[in-house]
């Protein structure tokens, strides 16, 4: 018998929902343990090489058993070949959707863009639909009627296990959820995620899911086999245990409505050969926390915080028996909570990783100029956060070769000041990746061209605007007004 609290509505538009935002839990600032500046900047590095060897391994393991499954049709050795194809179609696609989605696997932003629609049609998740309810996820983590992506609503039962770990239903709906939008109709929740004027993209995308699916079943009707289906939409299902194997271990059984990740996320550690499939998404408090690292340097970046985290469970078996356990008793009592997970206290002051001091640059001089600061104190490709008259900017240092100089005058040098605040969601651009001319919102990756202040990659959409800077006598001065020419200043002497 279920006791304890009333069902509760994980809706996006029910009572939770606005019961979240009365509560101060939507939008809000979550808890950050300190690390240093330069250290997460190395962390944030990308480069292609990494990510187009993991993925070129990827895509030729399901080449390989694609043609293992062809060949050994009407054996019984198509089971295990179809099985590895499925897992790795179905399955580790997700963790290539996801990294290319918050647009950090790659170096270059078309490669995360190819990666992430070839990996959206593989998950028959309409990129733009699930690009939104991403950002949700990362906003409102296991918010109640805000999170969109909480695979264990309260109370579970063995049913509603079964049902996640034997997802046919689940994307049975999701498709013809699919088929709805295409047909132009765009349910609440997805209205609840995405903006008014990318309705029309989320409608033709969902078309062109119905009609490449369409096309796959005339193709098996005129082939009179169910073989294309096999290769073509069907792994998407009979693959999906993989990804909810995986997927169910980052939040299942963790705390409802905390906005610390550590309390809502789960780190496990896991053999090479599942992180390679799950691309480090074991670091998965870490990933929450500091989204702009890629995955191949979480391992990295779990050394450098682990002190401020609860213990990472020693294995998926470790892991599995607390979430059955702790899922076994929210069948009975919606309102049990697993034991608190055993994290630091970490004093506020020390929360912050942009050293919050750099703000003390910011002055008045006598010829209207406000002075940022000394040039040389800001890293090549860094950020600043600078608070002045009562507004909050960023200032950034652009360097194309980095060299490890703090020399200003090295080819190509430049200082760019912006807003301080993104666009999107409010969260401050001083403490993102400044990376190949842009910087990257610590928030949801989204990014911002920094020769013109436009939006490069959403969900910022908005452009912030960028001001007048220059270099004079070895320090950064500007009068603070909005530039025209929307070209960067370079270093003046
Ligand atoms: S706060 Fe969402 S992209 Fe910046």
Redesign the pocket.
Known sequence: MVTGAAARDYGLTGADSLRAVEAGLAEAEWFRPPIDADRLRELQARTNARAARDTVLWLALIALFGYLAWRSLGSWWAVPAFAAYGALYGGAADSRWHECGHGTAFRARWLNDAVYYLASFMLLRPPTLWRWSH?RHHTDTLVVGRDPEIVFPRPSSPLAVLGVFVPVLILAKSLWRTARHAAGRIDDDAAALVPADQFRRLRWESRAYIAALAAVAVWCAAAGSIVPALFIGLPTFYGAWMLMFFSVMEHAGRREDVLDHRLNSRTVYMNPVLRFLYSNMNYHVEHHIFPTVPYHALPALHQEIKGYLAPAEPSTLHAYRSIFTTLRKQWRDPSYDEPRPDVPEVADSDRAYVDTSVAAWAGDRHDSLVDLGPAHELAANSARRIDHGGATYALYRLDPEDTGSVAVDSPGCEFVLSDGL?T????HLAEGAVLDGMVE?P????CFDLGTGEPLRP??VEAITLYDVAVRNGRVVSRLRPRTDCRAVGAAG
Do not use: D, E, I
């Not at 928030?443 to 989204?446: L, M, Q, V």
């Open positions: 950002v993104c999107h969601g409010q969260a919102c928030k949801h990756n989204g969900p910022a």
